[in-house]
């Protein structure tokens, strides 16, 4: 197996899912960076201009459903989503997307609401990378961080808000290695931040996480050199 080739292997990057992730969790002996699974979130706060949370919901979603950093979840503060929902859910479904809602999301639907899945346990915790997207109505910017944290995966979260205390509550919050305030999670990709090829997107906390290019790659050799200097 190549992932116990020691003195062969230096390094492994999967790409693949949480059943590849757990099988070389399980045998490697060499040095695994995981480029695995992509369970993202957008949050709709109470403050957020709600044509920009639109416009970021539809993209995250809908732009490349089959990515990693594509959203799986939707979250929408209770005090914005029945101006919110009616109008989101329903360009989401123009555009193909089967709506799997909570309770309080069908209620805050109009419409819409009696003809919309209802969400599930699973829902919340799967990738779904195709035209499927759950939501979930919050109180609270603590708990669509609460969600984020038990579900995602740690790859992607986006936060749309017009308060600065908002978005630092959730920047900091939120346990990922990329983290969006007003603005899409198809973001997270190492051409778009500048890495050139990208070789995979780590959701690990070492040694890299995030995009991984080839400076995060590089290791060190120090050469040092003296004229006879001794340590006391």
């Given amino acids: 197996m190549l992932a116990t080739q020691n003195g062969l292997v230096d390094l492994i990057i999967p790409r693949g899912g949480e059943g590849l992730k757990a099988a070389l969790a399980e045998h490697a002996t060499v040095p695994v960076i995981y480029a695995a699974s992509g369970n993202c979130h957008v949050f709709v706060d109470a403050s957020a201009d709600l044509d920009d949370a639109v416009a970021i919901t539809l993209n995250a979603k809908v732009q490349r459903p089959g990515v990693c950093n594509a959203a799986e979840t939707l979250l929408v503060h209770a005090e914005a989503a029945a101006a919110f ?67 995602g995966s740690g ?51 070492l040694h890299a996480r995030g995009p991984i290019g080839v400076r995060e790659l590089c290791t060190f050799k120090y050469v040092v050199e003296g004229s006879g200097q001794v340590r006391p």
């Fill in 85 to 151: 929902l009616p109008c989101a859910l329903g360009e989401l479904r123009e555009a193909g997307v089967e709506l799997r809602v909570d309770g309080r999301a069908e209620a805050a639907s109009g419409p819409l609401g009696g003809s919309l899945g209802r969400a599930t346990e699973d829902d919340w915790a799967t990738e779904f990378q195709a035209l499927v997207l759950a939501v979930r109505v919050v109180d609270s910017v603590e708990d669509a961080i609460e969600h984020v944290n038990r579900y």
């Fill in 155 to 205: 790859h992607s979260e986006a936060i749309v808000t017009g308060s600065l205390d908002a978005a630092r509550a959730f920047t900091d919050g939120v346990d990922a290695a990329c983290v969006y305030v007003n603005a899409s999670t198809r973001f997270t990709d190492g051409g778009e931040f500048g890495m050139g090829a990208e070789i995979g997107n780590s959701t690990q906390k």
